[in-house]
Protein backbone atom coordinates (compact mmCIF):
# COMPACT_ATOMS: atom_id res chain seq x y z
CA UNK A 1 0.00 0.00 0.00
CA UNK A 2 1.41 2.97 -0.73
CA UNK A 3 1.84 5.57 1.91
CA UNK A 4 -0.56 8.92 1.45
CA UNK A 5 2.63 11.93 1.12
CA UNK A 6 2.61 15.10 3.69
CA UNK A 7 0.75 17.14 0.84
CA UNK A 8 -1.77 14.45 0.67
CA UNK A 9 -2.71 14.37 4.31
CA UNK A 10 -2.84 18.55 4.47
CA UNK A 11 -5.65 18.62 1.66
CA UNK A 12 -8.02 15.81 3.92
CA UNK A 13 -6.97 17.86 6.75
CA UNK A 14 -8.53 20.76 5.33
CA UNK A 15 -11.40 19.13 3.78
CA UNK A 16 -12.72 17.74 6.86
CA UNK A 17 -12.25 20.93 8.67
CA UNK A 18 -15.11 22.22 5.81
CA UNK A 19 -16.33 18.31 6.11
CA UNK A 20 -17.32 18.26 9.74
CA UNK A 21 -18.75 21.37 10.41
CA UNK A 22 -21.01 21.05 7.61
CA UNK A 23 -22.17 18.09 8.26
CA UNK A 24 -22.81 19.31 12.07
CA UNK A 25 -24.99 22.33 11.16
CA UNK A 26 -26.89 20.18 8.65
CA UNK A 27 -27.71 18.03 11.23
CA UNK A 28 -28.41 19.53 14.28
CA UNK A 29 -31.83 21.07 13.94
CA UNK A 30 -32.30 17.31 12.64
CA UNK A 31 -30.61 15.47 15.19
CA UNK A 32 -32.45 17.72 18.17
CA UNK A 33 -35.99 16.86 16.43
CA UNK A 34 -34.86 12.96 16.19
CA UNK A 35 -33.61 13.53 20.41
CA UNK A 36 -36.84 15.02 21.55
CA UNK A 37 -38.69 12.45 20.53
CA UNK A 38 -36.92 9.87 22.10
CA UNK A 39 -36.43 11.20 25.03
CA UNK A 40 -39.10 11.06 28.31
CA UNK A 41 -40.38 14.40 29.19
CA UNK A 42 -37.54 15.41 31.92
CA UNK A 43 -34.62 14.19 29.93
CA UNK A 44 -35.77 16.39 26.87
CA UNK A 45 -35.63 19.77 29.11
CA UNK A 46 -32.19 18.62 30.44
CA UNK A 47 -30.02 19.51 27.41
CA UNK A 48 -28.54 16.69 27.41
CA UNK A 49 -26.90 15.17 23.91
CA UNK A 50 -28.67 11.62 24.43
CA UNK A 51 -30.89 10.78 26.73
CA UNK A 52 -30.15 8.72 30.16
CA UNK A 53 -33.57 6.44 29.21
CA UNK A 54 -34.41 6.28 25.64
CA UNK A 55 -37.56 5.49 24.95
CA UNK A 56 -40.31 5.07 21.92
CA UNK A 57 -43.32 5.89 24.57
CA UNK A 58 -43.91 9.30 23.00
CA UNK A 59 -44.91 7.36 19.46
CA UNK A 60 -46.97 5.34 21.34
CA UNK A 61 -48.76 8.37 22.69
CA UNK A 62 -48.46 9.72 18.92
CA UNK A 63 -49.81 6.40 17.91
CA UNK A 64 -52.69 6.08 20.69
CA UNK A 65 -53.79 9.81 19.94
CA UNK A 66 -53.51 10.32 24.04
CA UNK A 67 -53.17 13.73 24.47
CA UNK A 68 -55.59 16.64 23.83
CA UNK A 69 -53.54 18.11 20.69
CA UNK A 70 -53.40 14.61 19.06
CA UNK A 71 -56.81 13.61 19.43
CA UNK A 72 -57.37 14.02 15.75
CA UNK A 73 -53.96 12.36 14.45
CA UNK A 74 -55.09 9.85 12.02
CA UNK A 75 -57.71 12.36 10.50
CA UNK A 76 -54.99 14.73 9.70
CA UNK A 77 -52.63 12.76 8.81
CA UNK A 78 -54.88 10.90 6.61
CA UNK A 79 -56.05 14.53 5.35
CA UNK A 80 -52.27 15.41 4.67
CA UNK A 81 -52.25 12.23 2.44
CA UNK A 82 -55.19 12.77 0.35
CA UNK A 83 -54.49 16.28 -0.49
CA UNK A 84 -50.85 15.58 -1.72
CA UNK A 85 -51.72 12.59 -3.79
CA UNK A 86 -54.57 15.04 -5.47
CA UNK A 87 -52.25 17.78 -6.15
CA UNK A 88 -50.14 15.46 -7.29
CA UNK A 89 -52.20 13.84 -9.75
CA UNK A 90 -54.07 16.94 -11.16
CA UNK A 91 -51.07 19.07 -11.88
CA UNK A 92 -49.41 16.10 -13.75
CA UNK A 93 -52.70 16.34 -15.74
CA UNK A 94 -53.08 19.53 -16.15
CA UNK A 95 -49.60 20.59 -16.87
CA UNK A 96 -48.97 17.55 -19.39
CA UNK A 97 -52.18 18.56 -21.15
CA UNK A 98 -50.44 21.19 -21.32
CA UNK A 99 -46.98 20.49 -21.92
CA UNK A 100 -48.37 18.29 -25.03
CA UNK A 101 -50.52 20.99 -26.43
CA UNK A 102 -47.82 23.91 -26.18
CA UNK A 103 -44.95 21.52 -27.47
CA UNK A 104 -46.31 19.07 -29.58
CA UNK A 105 -49.21 20.54 -30.98
CA UNK A 106 -47.72 23.99 -31.38
CA UNK A 107 -51.25 25.30 -30.34
CA UNK A 108 -51.79 28.86 -31.22
CA UNK A 109 -51.43 31.21 -28.29
CA UNK A 110 -49.21 28.60 -26.50
CA UNK A 111 -46.17 30.67 -26.28
CA UNK A 112 -48.00 33.23 -24.93
CA UNK A 113 -49.84 30.61 -22.22
CA UNK A 114 -46.01 29.36 -21.70
CA UNK A 115 -45.09 33.02 -20.44
CA UNK A 116 -48.07 33.45 -18.74
CA UNK A 117 -47.50 30.69 -16.31
CA UNK A 118 -43.91 31.50 -16.25
CA UNK A 119 -44.66 34.54 -14.92
CA UNK A 120 -47.26 32.98 -11.95
CA UNK A 121 -44.12 30.94 -11.15
CA UNK A 122 -42.27 34.39 -10.31
CA UNK A 123 -45.33 35.62 -7.71
CA UNK A 124 -43.98 34.92 -4.17
CA UNK A 125 -46.27 32.37 -3.19
CA UNK A 126 -46.74 34.27 0.13
CA UNK A 127 -47.69 37.38 -1.83
CA UNK A 128 -50.51 35.77 -3.64
CA UNK A 129 -51.61 34.05 -0.38
CA UNK A 130 -53.27 36.81 0.73
CA UNK A 131 -55.67 37.57 -2.30
CA UNK A 132 -56.04 33.72 -2.78
CA UNK A 133 -57.61 33.56 0.76
CA UNK A 134 -60.46 36.25 -0.16
CA UNK A 135 -61.25 34.61 -3.93
CA UNK A 136 -61.83 31.15 -2.01
CA UNK A 137 -63.98 32.93 0.16
CA UNK A 138 -65.50 34.86 -2.42
CA UNK A 139 -65.97 30.93 -4.14
CA UNK A 140 -67.52 29.40 -1.17
CA UNK A 141 -64.32 27.16 -1.21
CA UNK A 142 -62.83 27.88 2.39
CA UNK A 143 -63.22 25.06 4.57
CA UNK A 144 -63.23 22.67 1.93
CA UNK A 145 -59.59 20.96 1.24
CA UNK A 146 -61.02 21.61 -2.16
CA UNK A 147 -59.66 25.35 -1.81
CA UNK A 148 -55.85 24.02 -0.68
CA UNK A 149 -55.65 21.32 -3.42
CA UNK A 150 -56.77 24.16 -6.36
CA UNK A 151 -54.21 26.07 -4.87
CA UNK A 152 -51.64 24.32 -4.54
CA UNK A 153 -52.20 23.29 -7.92
CA UNK A 154 -52.58 26.76 -9.13
CA UNK A 155 -48.68 26.83 -7.32
CA UNK A 156 -47.20 23.36 -8.72
CA UNK A 157 -48.33 23.76 -12.20
CA UNK A 158 -46.59 26.72 -13.60
CA UNK A 159 -43.23 24.96 -13.02
CA UNK A 160 -44.39 21.45 -13.88
CA UNK A 161 -45.45 22.74 -17.38
CA UNK A 162 -42.36 24.53 -18.13
CA UNK A 163 -40.24 21.67 -16.91
CA UNK A 164 -42.41 19.39 -19.36
CA UNK A 165 -41.76 21.53 -22.20
CA UNK A 166 -38.71 21.74 -21.91
CA UNK A 167 -38.44 17.76 -22.30
CA UNK A 168 -41.15 17.74 -24.43
CA UNK A 169 -38.88 19.97 -26.76
CA UNK A 170 -36.53 17.34 -26.91
CA UNK A 171 -38.58 14.29 -28.38
CA UNK A 172 -37.83 14.14 -31.94
CA UNK A 173 -40.87 15.39 -34.30
CA UNK A 174 -39.79 12.39 -36.42
CA UNK A 175 -42.15 10.07 -33.81
CA UNK A 176 -45.07 12.35 -33.98
CA UNK A 177 -44.87 12.21 -37.88
CA UNK A 178 -44.75 8.91 -38.30
CA UNK A 179 -47.36 7.97 -35.90
CA UNK A 180 -49.74 9.89 -38.14
CA UNK A 181 -48.83 8.36 -41.04
CA UNK A 182 -49.47 4.87 -40.06
CA UNK A 183 -53.24 6.49 -38.96
CA UNK A 184 -52.50 7.53 -35.50
CA UNK A 185 -54.88 10.45 -33.75
CA UNK A 186 -54.13 12.90 -31.58
CA UNK A 187 -55.17 10.91 -28.64
CA UNK A 188 -53.43 7.91 -29.60
CA UNK A 189 -50.02 9.85 -29.69
CA UNK A 190 -50.85 11.21 -26.79
CA UNK A 191 -51.55 8.03 -25.16
CA UNK A 192 -49.03 5.46 -26.82
CA UNK A 193 -46.14 8.01 -27.85
CA UNK A 194 -46.29 10.60 -26.03
CA UNK A 195 -46.58 9.35 -22.34
CA UNK A 196 -44.56 6.53 -22.18
CA UNK A 197 -41.34 8.45 -23.67
CA UNK A 198 -42.31 11.24 -20.96
CA UNK A 199 -42.21 8.48 -18.18
CA UNK A 200 -39.14 9.95 -16.18
CA UNK A 201 -40.07 13.75 -16.41
CA UNK A 202 -43.75 13.18 -15.19
CA UNK A 203 -42.05 10.85 -12.14
CA UNK A 204 -39.89 13.72 -11.40
CA UNK A 205 -42.73 16.44 -11.77
CA UNK A 206 -45.37 14.18 -9.41
CA UNK A 207 -42.96 13.76 -6.72
CA UNK A 208 -42.38 17.42 -6.92
CA UNK A 209 -45.88 18.33 -6.64
CA UNK A 210 -46.81 15.80 -3.79
CA UNK A 211 -43.59 17.22 -1.68
CA UNK A 212 -44.59 20.47 -2.41
CA UNK A 213 -48.43 19.93 -1.06
CA UNK A 214 -47.27 17.41 1.72
CA UNK A 215 -45.08 20.08 2.99
CA UNK A 216 -47.28 23.23 2.51
CA UNK A 217 -48.12 25.47 5.41
CA UNK A 218 -48.73 28.73 4.53
CA UNK A 219 -51.62 28.21 2.42
CA UNK A 220 -52.99 25.14 4.54
CA UNK A 221 -52.96 27.12 7.30
CA UNK A 222 -55.11 30.03 5.48
CA UNK A 223 -57.68 28.40 4.16
CA UNK A 224 -58.58 25.06 7.02
CA UNK A 225 -59.33 25.64 9.77
CA UNK A 226 -61.48 22.90 11.31
CA UNK A 227 -59.46 20.25 13.70
CA UNK A 228 -61.55 17.69 10.72
CA UNK A 229 -59.58 19.19 8.11
CA UNK A 230 -56.53 20.83 9.04
CA UNK A 231 -53.30 18.53 7.82
CA UNK A 232 -50.64 17.48 9.83
CA UNK A 233 -48.12 20.79 9.95
CA UNK A 234 -51.21 22.65 10.83
CA UNK A 235 -51.96 20.97 13.67
CA UNK A 236 -48.30 21.27 14.37
CA UNK A 237 -48.51 24.92 14.31
CA UNK A 238 -51.45 24.92 16.39
CA UNK A 239 -48.95 23.05 19.36
CA UNK A 240 -47.38 26.45 19.88
CA UNK A 241 -50.89 27.94 20.67
CA UNK A 242 -50.67 26.36 24.24
CA UNK A 243 -48.67 27.97 27.18
CA UNK A 244 -46.93 24.62 28.43
CA UNK A 245 -46.52 23.21 24.68
CA UNK A 246 -46.03 19.24 24.66
CA UNK A 247 -42.74 19.48 23.05
CA UNK A 248 -41.66 16.12 22.90
CA UNK A 249 -45.06 14.95 21.61
CA UNK A 250 -44.39 18.06 18.76
CA UNK A 251 -41.36 16.71 17.72
CA UNK A 252 -42.29 13.19 18.04
CA UNK A 253 -45.13 13.91 15.51
CA UNK A 254 -42.98 16.65 13.12
CA UNK A 255 -40.38 13.42 13.37
CA UNK A 256 -42.96 10.93 11.91
CA UNK A 257 -44.41 13.54 9.54
CA UNK A 258 -40.81 14.68 8.37
CA UNK A 259 -40.27 11.01 7.71
CA UNK A 260 -42.19 10.32 4.20
CA UNK A 261 -41.37 13.31 2.10
CA UNK A 262 -37.29 12.22 3.19
CA UNK A 263 -38.27 8.83 1.73
CA UNK A 264 -40.02 9.56 -1.34
CA UNK A 265 -36.93 12.16 -1.96
CA UNK A 266 -34.45 9.38 -1.56
CA UNK A 267 -36.52 7.02 -4.08
CA UNK A 268 -36.88 9.29 -6.73
CA UNK A 269 -33.52 11.67 -6.24
CA UNK A 270 -32.47 9.61 -9.77
CA UNK A 271 -35.23 11.56 -11.31
CA UNK A 272 -35.47 14.31 -9.41
CA UNK A 273 -32.06 15.63 -9.34
CA UNK A 274 -31.72 15.14 -12.99
CA UNK A 275 -35.61 16.62 -13.56
CA UNK A 276 -35.59 19.29 -11.67
CA UNK A 277 -32.28 21.13 -10.84
CA UNK A 278 -31.97 21.37 -14.57
CA UNK A 279 -35.00 22.83 -15.20
CA UNK A 280 -34.78 25.03 -12.33
CA UNK A 281 -32.00 27.08 -13.79
CA UNK A 282 -31.34 27.46 -17.24
CA UNK A 283 -27.28 27.79 -17.28
CA UNK B 1 -68.51 36.39 -38.50
CA UNK B 2 -68.28 37.32 -41.71
CA UNK B 3 -65.83 38.54 -44.62
CA UNK B 4 -67.01 41.84 -45.71
CA UNK B 5 -66.25 42.24 -50.00
CA UNK B 6 -66.63 45.58 -51.19
CA UNK B 7 -70.08 47.17 -50.36
CA UNK B 8 -72.74 45.54 -48.54
CA UNK B 9 -71.54 42.17 -50.73
CA UNK B 10 -70.51 39.96 -47.69
CA UNK B 11 -70.29 35.93 -47.28
CA UNK B 12 -70.10 34.31 -44.13
CA UNK B 13 -66.83 32.89 -42.69
CA UNK B 14 -66.52 29.00 -42.71
CA UNK B 15 -67.30 27.43 -39.35
CA UNK B 16 -64.37 27.72 -36.96
CA UNK B 17 -64.01 23.79 -36.58
CA UNK B 18 -62.94 23.98 -40.55
CA UNK B 19 -60.65 26.66 -40.17
CA UNK B 20 -58.80 24.48 -37.54
CA UNK B 21 -56.73 21.19 -37.85
CA UNK B 22 -57.91 18.07 -35.57
CA UNK B 23 -54.58 18.87 -34.25
CA UNK B 24 -55.50 22.62 -33.09
CA UNK B 25 -58.76 21.45 -31.54
CA UNK B 26 -57.14 19.05 -29.23
CA UNK B 27 -54.38 21.60 -28.39
CA UNK B 28 -57.01 23.89 -27.33
CA UNK B 29 -59.12 21.52 -25.39
CA UNK B 30 -55.82 19.93 -23.83
CA UNK B 31 -55.22 23.45 -22.68
CA UNK B 32 -58.14 24.44 -21.67
CA UNK B 33 -57.50 22.85 -17.69
CA UNK B 34 -54.30 25.37 -17.32
CA UNK B 35 -56.43 28.24 -18.81
CA UNK B 36 -59.38 27.40 -16.33
CA UNK B 37 -56.82 27.45 -13.51
CA UNK B 38 -55.03 30.42 -14.31
CA UNK B 39 -57.65 32.21 -14.41
CA UNK B 40 -59.82 31.41 -11.80
CA UNK B 41 -56.66 31.16 -8.95
CA UNK B 42 -54.39 33.72 -10.95
CA UNK B 43 -56.13 36.42 -13.04
CA UNK B 44 -58.97 36.91 -10.90
CA UNK B 45 -57.70 36.84 -7.16
CA UNK B 46 -54.72 39.00 -8.45
CA UNK B 47 -57.16 41.42 -10.24
CA UNK B 48 -59.32 41.06 -7.11
CA UNK B 49 -56.61 41.97 -4.86
CA UNK B 50 -55.46 45.16 -7.17
CA UNK B 51 -59.01 46.06 -6.90
CA UNK B 52 -58.66 45.82 -2.74
CA UNK B 53 -55.32 48.06 -3.04
CA UNK B 54 -57.21 50.60 -5.19
CA UNK B 55 -57.53 53.58 -2.09
CA UNK B 56 -54.42 55.65 -1.60
CA UNK B 57 -55.93 56.03 2.24
CA UNK B 58 -54.18 52.30 2.67
CA UNK B 59 -51.04 53.56 1.58
CA UNK B 60 -51.00 56.41 3.84
CA UNK B 61 -52.11 54.13 6.47
CA UNK B 62 -49.34 51.93 5.88
CA UNK B 63 -46.67 54.40 5.98
CA UNK B 64 -47.99 55.60 9.15
CA UNK B 65 -48.18 51.95 10.66
CA UNK B 66 -44.23 51.80 12.27
CA UNK B 67 -44.75 47.59 12.08
CA UNK B 68 -44.32 48.33 7.76
CA UNK B 69 -41.64 50.31 7.69
CA UNK B 70 -39.74 48.13 10.05
CA UNK B 71 -40.91 44.88 8.19
CA UNK B 72 -39.69 46.72 4.59
CA UNK B 73 -36.28 47.49 6.45
CA UNK B 74 -35.86 43.56 7.72
CA UNK B 75 -36.94 42.17 4.14
CA UNK B 76 -34.23 44.60 2.94
CA UNK B 77 -31.45 42.96 5.10
CA UNK B 78 -33.18 39.68 3.99
CA UNK B 79 -32.47 39.79 0.79
CA UNK B 80 -29.08 41.66 0.81
CA UNK B 81 -27.34 40.42 3.65
CA UNK B 82 -28.76 37.16 3.84
CA UNK B 83 -29.24 35.70 0.16
CA UNK B 84 -25.61 36.93 -0.28
CA UNK B 85 -24.25 35.00 2.32
CA UNK B 86 -26.41 32.29 1.70
CA UNK B 87 -24.87 32.17 -2.47
CA UNK B 88 -21.58 32.90 -1.27
CA UNK B 89 -21.30 29.73 0.72
CA UNK B 90 -23.30 28.09 -1.89
CA UNK B 91 -19.89 28.67 -3.96
CA UNK B 92 -17.67 28.12 -1.91
CA UNK B 93 -19.32 24.41 -1.08
CA UNK B 94 -19.83 23.73 -4.62
CA UNK B 95 -16.15 23.59 -4.80
CA UNK B 96 -16.23 21.19 -1.89
CA UNK B 97 -18.83 19.03 -3.11
CA UNK B 98 -16.86 18.57 -6.22
CA UNK B 99 -14.23 16.81 -5.40
CA UNK B 100 -14.23 13.28 -5.56
CA UNK B 101 -14.05 11.65 -2.31
CA UNK B 102 -15.98 8.85 -1.18
CA UNK B 103 -16.90 10.41 1.86
CA UNK B 104 -17.71 13.39 0.29
CA UNK B 105 -20.41 11.79 -2.14
CA UNK B 106 -21.62 10.11 1.67
CA UNK B 107 -21.69 13.93 3.09
CA UNK B 108 -23.80 15.11 0.09
CA UNK B 109 -26.34 12.48 0.62
CA UNK B 110 -26.81 13.86 4.42
CA UNK B 111 -26.31 17.75 2.99
CA UNK B 112 -29.70 17.45 1.04
CA UNK B 113 -31.90 16.68 4.25
CA UNK B 114 -32.87 20.29 5.19
CA UNK B 115 -34.25 20.46 1.77
CA UNK B 116 -35.93 17.46 1.68
CA UNK B 117 -37.47 17.12 4.88
CA UNK B 118 -40.67 20.16 5.62
CA UNK B 119 -39.95 23.01 7.08
CA UNK B 120 -42.39 22.83 9.83
CA UNK B 121 -40.55 20.15 12.58
CA UNK B 122 -37.56 21.64 11.81
CA UNK B 123 -37.85 25.34 12.62
CA UNK B 124 -39.49 24.65 15.45
CA UNK B 125 -37.21 22.31 16.34
CA UNK B 126 -34.60 25.51 16.06
CA UNK B 127 -37.08 27.33 18.23
CA UNK B 128 -36.86 25.19 21.06
CA UNK B 129 -33.10 24.74 20.38
CA UNK B 130 -32.94 28.47 21.23
CA UNK B 131 -35.08 28.82 24.05
CA UNK B 132 -33.35 30.92 26.86
CA UNK B 133 -33.61 28.35 29.34
CA UNK B 134 -34.29 24.86 28.10
CA UNK B 135 -33.06 25.19 24.90
CA UNK B 136 -29.91 22.75 23.99
CA UNK B 137 -27.69 26.32 22.95
CA UNK B 138 -27.97 27.87 25.81
CA UNK B 139 -27.30 24.85 28.14
CA UNK B 140 -24.47 24.13 26.10
CA UNK B 141 -23.00 27.86 26.40
CA UNK B 142 -23.77 27.39 30.01
CA UNK B 143 -21.80 23.93 30.30
CA UNK B 144 -18.48 25.68 28.31
CA UNK B 145 -18.56 28.97 30.43
CA UNK B 146 -20.74 28.91 33.06
CA UNK B 147 -22.67 31.90 31.77
CA UNK B 148 -26.44 32.51 30.45
CA UNK B 149 -26.39 32.79 26.82
CA UNK B 150 -28.38 35.65 25.16
CA UNK B 151 -31.76 35.51 24.93
CA UNK B 152 -32.33 34.79 21.45
CA UNK B 153 -35.57 35.32 20.29
CA UNK B 154 -36.31 38.22 22.63
CA UNK B 155 -33.67 40.59 20.98
CA UNK B 156 -35.44 42.05 17.25
CA UNK B 157 -31.60 42.12 15.86
CA UNK B 158 -30.54 38.90 17.17
CA UNK B 159 -33.81 37.46 16.42
CA UNK B 160 -33.89 38.47 13.00
CA UNK B 161 -30.06 36.73 12.28
CA UNK B 162 -31.50 34.02 13.47
CA UNK B 163 -34.71 34.07 11.08
CA UNK B 164 -31.74 34.45 8.45
CA UNK B 165 -29.76 31.39 9.69
CA UNK B 166 -33.00 29.17 9.65
CA UNK B 167 -33.51 30.32 5.64
CA UNK B 168 -30.14 29.38 4.84
CA UNK B 169 -30.05 26.02 7.00
CA UNK B 170 -32.92 25.06 4.89
CA UNK B 171 -32.41 26.51 1.17
CA UNK B 172 -28.55 26.04 1.06
CA UNK B 173 -28.87 22.87 -0.08
CA UNK B 174 -30.54 23.42 -3.51
CA UNK B 175 -28.51 26.25 -4.37
CA UNK B 176 -25.53 24.37 -3.62
CA UNK B 177 -26.56 21.54 -5.56
CA UNK B 178 -27.32 23.76 -8.53
CA UNK B 179 -23.65 25.17 -8.67
CA UNK B 180 -22.84 21.70 -8.52
CA UNK B 181 -24.32 21.35 -11.94
CA UNK B 182 -22.69 24.87 -12.54
CA UNK B 183 -18.83 23.39 -11.72
CA UNK B 184 -19.38 19.69 -13.40
CA UNK B 185 -19.80 21.75 -16.36
CA UNK B 186 -16.82 22.84 -16.84
CA UNK B 187 -14.00 21.49 -19.53
CA UNK B 188 -11.87 19.45 -17.00
CA UNK B 189 -8.61 19.91 -18.97
CA UNK B 190 -8.72 23.50 -18.20
CA UNK B 191 -8.14 23.04 -14.86
CA UNK B 192 -5.27 20.01 -15.83
CA UNK B 193 -3.30 22.72 -18.34
CA UNK B 194 -3.52 25.35 -15.27
CA UNK B 195 -2.03 22.37 -12.96
CA UNK B 196 0.78 22.45 -15.49
CA UNK B 197 1.39 25.76 -15.43
CA UNK B 198 1.23 25.99 -11.72
CA UNK B 199 -1.83 28.17 -10.72
CA UNK B 200 -2.67 28.65 -7.55
CA UNK B 201 -6.10 27.66 -6.21
CA UNK B 202 -6.94 31.69 -6.37
CA UNK B 203 -5.71 31.46 -9.85
CA UNK B 204 -7.94 28.67 -10.99
CA UNK B 205 -10.71 29.86 -9.43
CA UNK B 206 -10.16 33.71 -10.33
CA UNK B 207 -9.64 32.60 -14.15
CA UNK B 208 -11.57 29.45 -15.07
CA UNK B 209 -13.94 28.55 -12.22
CA UNK B 210 -15.52 31.95 -11.95
CA UNK B 211 -16.15 33.35 -15.33
CA UNK B 212 -17.89 30.23 -16.72
CA UNK B 213 -20.15 30.54 -13.98
CA UNK B 214 -20.83 33.92 -13.22
CA UNK B 215 -24.06 33.69 -15.37
CA UNK B 216 -25.09 31.28 -13.55
CA UNK B 217 -24.28 32.66 -9.97
CA UNK B 218 -26.47 35.91 -10.56
CA UNK B 219 -29.82 34.19 -11.93
CA UNK B 220 -29.39 32.51 -9.22
CA UNK B 221 -29.15 35.13 -6.70
CA UNK B 222 -32.14 36.36 -8.95
CA UNK B 223 -34.26 33.91 -8.45
CA UNK B 224 -33.48 33.00 -4.77
CA UNK B 225 -34.36 36.98 -4.44
CA UNK B 226 -37.55 36.23 -5.86
CA UNK B 227 -38.29 32.62 -3.64
CA UNK B 228 -37.02 34.82 -0.29
CA UNK B 229 -39.72 37.28 -0.60
CA UNK B 230 -42.01 34.64 -0.92
CA UNK B 231 -40.55 32.65 2.21
CA UNK B 232 -43.13 32.97 4.95
CA UNK B 233 -41.93 30.19 7.76
CA UNK B 234 -38.44 31.08 8.49
CA UNK B 235 -39.52 34.22 10.35
CA UNK B 236 -43.36 32.95 11.32
CA UNK B 237 -42.33 29.98 12.35
CA UNK B 238 -39.30 31.15 14.18
CA UNK B 239 -40.59 34.25 15.88
CA UNK B 240 -44.07 34.92 14.66
CA UNK B 241 -42.86 38.33 13.89
CA UNK B 242 -42.20 39.72 17.67
CA UNK B 243 -40.76 40.19 19.56
CA UNK B 244 -42.70 43.23 19.43
CA UNK B 245 -43.29 43.16 15.71
CA UNK B 246 -39.85 43.55 14.83
CA UNK B 247 -38.80 40.82 13.22
CA UNK B 248 -42.11 40.66 10.39
CA UNK B 249 -40.79 40.84 6.76
CA UNK B 250 -43.54 42.01 3.44
CA UNK B 251 -44.67 38.42 3.42
CA UNK B 252 -45.68 37.80 7.40
CA UNK B 253 -46.64 41.26 7.58
CA UNK B 254 -49.41 40.50 4.52
CA UNK B 255 -50.57 37.64 6.45
CA UNK B 256 -50.76 39.38 9.30
CA UNK B 257 -52.79 42.50 7.95
CA UNK B 258 -54.85 39.25 6.58
CA UNK B 259 -55.41 37.99 10.12
CA UNK B 260 -56.16 41.15 11.21
CA UNK B 261 -59.00 41.44 8.63
CA UNK B 262 -57.14 44.45 7.29
CA UNK B 263 -57.38 43.47 3.77
CA UNK B 264 -56.42 46.08 1.97
CA UNK B 265 -53.71 47.19 3.84
CA UNK B 266 -52.45 43.60 3.32
CA UNK B 267 -52.76 44.29 -0.52
CA UNK B 268 -51.41 47.74 -0.19
CA UNK B 269 -48.27 46.58 1.56
CA UNK B 270 -47.68 43.24 -1.47
CA UNK B 271 -48.15 46.57 -3.74
CA UNK B 272 -45.38 48.23 -2.64
CA UNK B 273 -43.01 45.18 -3.08
CA UNK B 274 -43.85 45.53 -6.40
CA UNK B 275 -41.30 47.83 -7.60
CA UNK B 276 -38.58 45.41 -6.37
CA UNK B 277 -40.46 41.91 -7.56
CA UNK B 278 -40.87 42.87 -11.36
CA UNK B 279 -37.56 44.06 -12.34
CA UNK B 280 -36.48 40.77 -10.81
CA UNK B 281 -39.38 38.81 -12.73
CA UNK B 282 -38.81 40.72 -16.38
CA UNK B 283 -35.23 39.83 -15.82
CA UNK B 284 -35.84 35.98 -14.72
CA UNK B 285 -38.35 35.91 -17.79
CA UNK B 286 -36.09 37.20 -20.54
CA UNK B 287 -33.42 34.40 -19.03
CA UNK B 288 -35.27 31.75 -18.96
CA UNK B 289 -38.05 32.33 -22.29
CA UNK B 290 -34.94 32.24 -24.30
Partial sequence: ?283 | MAITLSGDQTIPAPPLSSRLTPAQVWGIVLLAPYMLVFLAFVVYPVSYGLWLARHPASYVELYNDPVFARAAINTLIFLVVGINIKMLIALFLSGFFAQQRTWIKWLSVIFILPWAVPSIPTILSVRFMLNPEWGMVNQIIFKLTGEDGPNWLNDPTVALGMAIAVHIWKSLPFWTLILITGRLAIAHDLFEAADVDGASWWQKFRYITWPSMQTLYVTCTLLSMIWTLGDFNSVYLLTGGGPADLTHVLSTLGIRYLRLDQLSLAMASIVCAMPFVLPLVYFMMKRLSR
Avoid: C
Wanted: hydrophobic fraction near 55%.
Fill in chain 1, 1 to 283: MKLPTLREVATEARLLLIGIPVFIWTMVPIYHMFLFAISPKEDAFSGKMWPDHPTLHNFSIVFHEQHYFLRDFYVQFWNSVVIAAAVGALTLFVATAAAFSISRLKVPGGRIVMNLALFTYFIPAAFLAVPMYRTMGNYGLLNNRWSLILAMVTIASPYAIWVLKQASDKLPVELDEAAVMDGATTLQIFRLVYLPLMMPSLVAIGTYAVLLAWNEYLYAFLLLSNDQDITLPVALGNFLSADDSPWELLMTTGFIYALPPAAIYYAFRRYMVGGLTAGAVKS
